[in-house]
């Protein structure tokens, strides 16, 4: 971790303006700008974001999961880096957060056995309509790790 936020990884890699997007990035970040207008507003997607946030602070707080602060700033941290170059089209965000949940405790060395399950079973406490199950989250790491 560095001594300094603007010489921290986070301030010099994910930081970016329009004028040092590379046109590869540009052009992923218009696709995905394209992709997200069709179904959200600016307004609502920054809403999505603030629940999302919320979503993963109860979910990490949950009896069954119990996660420190860290764990779960971590977890966001990598769902808004998820998002960054993804539409909320193409992935549902609570198994994102579910997945980003779990990746954030492997990462930070606090992960113990049957944390996957736990996790499963908040998601599906706290949001009864989706079908996801422990095998979907686990699966999720993958497209959280690209």
Not at 54 to 64: E, P, V
């Amino acid at each position: 971790m560095a001594a300094s936020f603007w010489h921290s990884s986070h301030c010099q890699e994910w930081l970016k303006n329009e004028d040092t997007l590379t046109p590869e990035e540009k052009s992923v970040r218009e696709e995905k700008k394209k992709r997200d207008d069709s179904i959200l507003t600016d307004d609502e997607q920054k809403i999505l974001r603030v629940h999302l946030a919320s979503f993963l602070t109860a979910m990490g707080r949950h009896a069954r999961v119990r996660c420190r602060q860290r764990i779960i700033s971590t977890a966001i941290v990598y769902l808004a880096r998820f998002y960054y170059n993804n539409s909320f089209r193409d992935f549902h965000p609570h198994l994102i957060a579910a997945t980003s949940l779990l990746l954030a405790a492997k990462v930070e060395e606090c992960h113990f056995p049957g944390l996957a399950k736990a996790i499963a079973d908040a998601l599906r406490e706290l949001n009864r309509d989706l079908p996801y199950t422990i095998h979907d989250i686990i699966d999720g790491e993958y497209f959280l790790m690209e």
